[in-house]
């Protein structure tokens, strides 16, 4: 039975708009990845699942410790739900959650904070110490050149140790980690054609090499003047090269678990799309096009690629002028010719939790079944970003 076959059984008595979780190559792909991380911990990218349930069932699995939040209300939220060691992600200058964190003992024992400058510093003060994590820079800089996403201004082992020293003079603030995200590598896939590809490829053996060189001695240097619990580093495109840093305690990982479109673009991993949603056909204009309802979805950022891929049946595609509709989306192609009114076309999303923002309810798909189903963070009334 094909995987459209098992997805429109499946649904069968459901109406769509929906989307699926496919708990198979869910498993399939966290078992993947664990294998890639050679024994080190994985840390769970939460804003690529937005589903407490999801998160549940990951964590559950060996090789997953931690949660990587992506604002500091939902790490309240998550720690009020049971969930632990949750890092912060992104610094926060939400005044009303740091106080709530810092007046909640447990809160302050299982949420770390991010930070990279001290501009933080005022603002994170409260009746129980923060736990804060260091942000390092590990864009790849040659020259006038810059690969990788500008994040932290602290880049060197003098200035991490420097913040460092900083941070322990501070009684509001407890440093416990440091994490360094090499966003060219881990985010940004490899299997691009002509000179382009060759240049990304060429840069990226480069990143690696310097990256670990550097953060092996920002380790250290920070090591010198703090205890570190923890130091994280990579995403999904770059676990194995990652987790081979000696000074690297543990990675991180999130889209890798749904496989949006996106992160077929890869070279060294492949994985199976775990998170789908289908639209319904409610038109047929003309020979070789059918109308479906909705589909405007597209994921953030910028370049290609950003809108979700029509994926079964195969042979579907967007008409230039019009893309993703806001309520109506047409496509094109030979598979249109056989699709009727009411029909389902099933589209993956360009990246993996923003999914989650567009429906309330995930149905957990197990072989040809709906198993089960989860509410994502919008489902449960939660929107944090």
Not at 182 to 209: C, F, H, K, N, T
Not at 246 to 275: C, I, K, M, Q
Not at 308 to 323: A, I, T
Not at 356 to 364: I, K, V, Y
Request: proline content about 6%; overall charge positive.
């Amino acid at each position: 039975m094909s995987d459209r076959q098992r997805y429109d059984r499946a649904t069968a008595r459901l109406a769509p708009p929906l989307a699926v979780v496919d708990l198979d190559a869910l498993a399939d792909n966290a078992r993947s990845m664990t294998r890639r991380a050679g024994g080190k911990p994985i840390r769970v990218a939460s804003k690529s699942i937005r589903s407490r349930e999801v998160l549940r069932r990951v964590l559950e699995l060996p090789g997953y410790q931690g949660i990587m939040a992506f604002t500091l209300p939902e790490a309240l939220w998550l720690v009020s739900c049971g969930f632990r060691d949750v890092l912060v992600a992104y610094p926060t200058a939400d005044r009303a959650a740091i106080a709530a964190l810092a007046d909640d003992e447990r809160a302050s024992r299982e949420i770390t904070l991010m930070i990279d400058s001290p501009e933080h510093f005022p603002l994170l003060t409260g009746r129980h110490p923060i736990r804060v994590c260091l942000d390092v820079c590990a864009a790849y800089v040659l020259g006038a050149f810059r690969a990788g996403a500008l994040r932290s201004p602290v880049r060197t082992p003098a200035q991490a140790a420097e913040l460092a020293e900083q941070i322990g003079k501070n009684p509001s603030l407890r440093l416990v980690g440091l994490m360094a995200y090499e966003s060219q590598i881990a985010g940004l896939g490899d299997l691009i054609p002509g000179p382009y590809g060759v240049a990304v490829r060429a840069m990226q053996r480069r990143s690696r090499r310097e990256l670990a060189v550097r953060r092996a001695a920002i380790v250290k240097a920070v090591r010198e003047v703090a205890d570190l619990e923890f130091v994280n580093g990579g995403g999904t495109g770059s676990i194995e090269t990652t987790a081979r840093e000696e000074a690297v305690t543990e990675v991180a990982a999130g889209s890798g678990f749904f496989h949006p479109a996106l992160f077929d673009r890869y070279s060294n991993f492949t994985g199976r799309p775990a998170a789908l949603f289908a639209l319904p056909v409610v038109r047929r204009p003309a020979p070789g096009v059918v109308t479906v309802l909705g589909g405007g979805y597209p994921a953030s950022g910028a370049g290609p690629g950003r809108l979700p891929v029509p994926y079964l049946p195969e042979g579907l595609r967007y008409n230039g002028d019009e893309g993703g509709g806001e309520v109506q989306t047409p496509l094109h192609g030979r598979a249109a010719d056989e699709l009727k009114v009411g029909d389902r076309v099933w589209f993956r999303h360009a990246k993996a939790g923003e999914l989650c923002e567009r429906f309330s309810t995930l149905h957990l798909v197990e072989g040809d079944h709906v198993t089960g189903t989860a509410l994502t963070y919008r489902g449960e009334g939660q929107t944090f970003l």
